[in-house]
């Protein structure tokens, strides 16, 4: 069975300054693409994805059905507007919308040449076994990694709140505890590590967060200087 993916991208982006004042972060371009169009392509790309669940700001959701319609022929494009002020429970109102237990999630701000149906591989693997997967990046991976037996994560805090970097997740509705305390989605990580539920899998390619104006100038140069393996922008 195909999986169904959320993307979440219906953060304001503040950091970015004017430069969000009319648009919303994720249409902002780099290297002539929008920022939402890198972890999109990653999905469409995929053969193991059947539907897309696009997190949007009700007031930007036309810019985003122009740019992606109703999907493919092959993958399906929903969109959900609904504010939440946690992240947790913006997420829950996404994954209500799913057909299917085990969902991937990816970050409408970030880019990254990950090849997803290498990490759903991975998870279906260890479908008999029950866990969940948090793909983590190579850049900070070593900081846990005293905390990671046979790749299951022992405790998901370190030394350093801010010392690991989650790029995305497969993760099964049903494991997840819904009315932890917290906001921030490592809190969701946390618990299942602790209840032995969760693996990593070890991205060990180009990823980068977009927070400020600094990031996509870094990004847009990574890209140019051949940082990243190729985009070929075919939708």
């Known amino acids: 069975m195909n999986l169904e993916a959320i ?11 004017d430069l969000t004042k009319d648009k919303p972060k994720h249409l902002l371009e780099v290297n002539g693409r929008a920022l939402i169009d890198y972890p999109m392509k990653i999905l469409f790309d995929s053969k193991n994805i ?9 007031k930007y959701k036309n810019k985003y059905v122009e740019r ?36 991937i999630l990816l970050f409408g701000d970030a ?8 990490v759903i591989d991975y998870y279906r693997k260890l479908n008999e076994e029950k866990y969940n997967v948090i793909i983590i990046s190579p ?22 709140k801010e ?10 509705k049903k494991d997840i505890n819904w009315n932890i305390v917290g906001d921030n989605l490592d809190v969701i990580y946390n618990d299942l590590s602790k209840r032995k539920k969760l693996k990593a899998y070890r991205f060990f390619g180009y990823y980068k967060n977009i927070n400020t104006y600094k990031d996509l100038i870094e990004a847009e140069n990574d890209i140019k200087n051949g940082k990243t393996s190729s985009f070929l922008w075919v939708f």
């Not at 929903?78 to 057909?99: E, G, S």
């Not at 880019?111 to 290498?118: L, P, S």
């Not at 010392?163 to 099964?172: D, K, M, T």
């Open 139 to 160: 850049k900070t991976y070593q900081v846990i990694d005293s905390e990671i037996h046979k790749n299951i994560i022992k405790s998901f805090f370190t030394r350093k």
């Open 50 to 58: 059947e539907r897309i669940i696009l997190h949007v700001q009700e």
């Open 163 to 172: 010392s690991y970097e989650v790029c995305g997740a497969i993760l099964n």
């Open 7 to 17: 993307v979440l991208a219906g953060g304001n982006g503040e950091r970015m300054g």
């Open 68 to 103: 992606f319609g109703d999907g493919t022929e092959k993958i399906k494009v929903d969109y959900n507007t609904a504010f939440n002020p946690r992240i947790i429970d913006a997420l829950k109102n996404d994954v209500d919308k799913l057909k299917t237990d085990s969902f």
């Open 111 to 118: 880019i990254t040449d990950i090849n997803i149906d290498k």
